[in-house]
């Protein structure tokens, strides 16, 4: 199956600091990543979808202003945590789509373990 | 996309076939299933999908009944590194924006 990949794979940061993660598609293109954060013990919740060369769409409740979204080219996205705080402490995961023929699958990185001070 | 109802744990002897059953009983004519894992700690993991056939490649079989309103995947030799969380997803054909929503899924322990 295709490969997607994160970095870095854990980081812990102070509180007011800003972590970029980033997310990349190895052996294919991407047009739609997404992102999700996964709390202990719960599902994983979709935060945003990712297009590139256009602004990323933001599920309800997600601030965009915090997390930042930036889809710059096929194989990489890329989610920025803005003035982290330690309710921003969770797993963040990243998928990308390809698609092949009519049937488009999603593909998921290995997450990204983000501990805030 | 539908939504879907699976059991919240199942336990399976270690060699045994793992049977985890999903319900999607609103599941519209164009929309597949898809099964994917959670291993402790990682990313999902995509297994299999199909739409009305049964599939089968080298993880998992598929089995979706006639009316599509049910399915079940199956490990057919199920050992300790299958202990995982199983979600069932049903989606729409390809086509941009296709967004998964994750449910609880199933706790599958596999047992030695």
């Known amino acids: 199956g295709a490969v997607v990949s994160q970095h870095p794979s854990r980081v812990i940061c102070k509180s007011g600091t800003s972590v970029k993660i980033e997310c990349r598609s190895l052996?294919?293109?991407?047009?739609?990543m997404f992102w999700y954060r996964q709390f202990p013990k719960q599902s994983l919740m979709l935060m945003a979808t990712s297009n590139e060369g256009s602004k990323a769409t933001y599920e309800q409740g997600v601030e965009k202003d915090k997390f930042l979204i930036n889809h710059a080219s096929l194989t990489l996205s890329t989610l920025t945590v803005t003035s982290a705080h330690p309710e921003d402490s969770s797993f963040y995961i990243c998928?990308?789509?390809?698609?092949?023929?009519?049937?488009?699958?999603?593909?998921f990185g290995p997450g990204t373990r983000l501990l805030v001070l | 996309d539908a939504k879907t109802t699976q059991p919240p744990s199942m336990d399976c002897a270690e060699g045994r076939a793992a049977n985890l059953p999903c319900n999607h009983s609103?599941?519209?004519?164009?929309?597949?299933v898809y099964w994917y894992r959670q291993i402790h700690s990682q990313g999902p993991q995509y297994i299999i999908h199909g739409l009305k056939n049964n599939e089968t490649n080298e993880m998992a079989s598929l089995i979706i009944t006639e009316d599509r309103k049910s399915s079940t995947l199956i490990l057919p030799h199920a050992t300790l590194r299958d202990t995982a969380v199983y979600y069932c997803?049903?989606?729409?054909?390809?086509?941009?924006?296709?967004?998964?929503?994750f449910g609880i899924g199933t706790k599958l322990q596999v047992i030695p």
């Open positions: 998928s990308a789509s390809e698609g092949r023929g009519l049937v488009e699958t999603q593909y």
């Open positions: 052996d294919f293109q991407a047009t739609t």
């Open positions: 997803i049903v989606r729409g054909p390809s086509g941009g924006y296709q967004k998964v929503t």
């Open positions: 609103t599941i519209s004519g164009n929309e597949y």
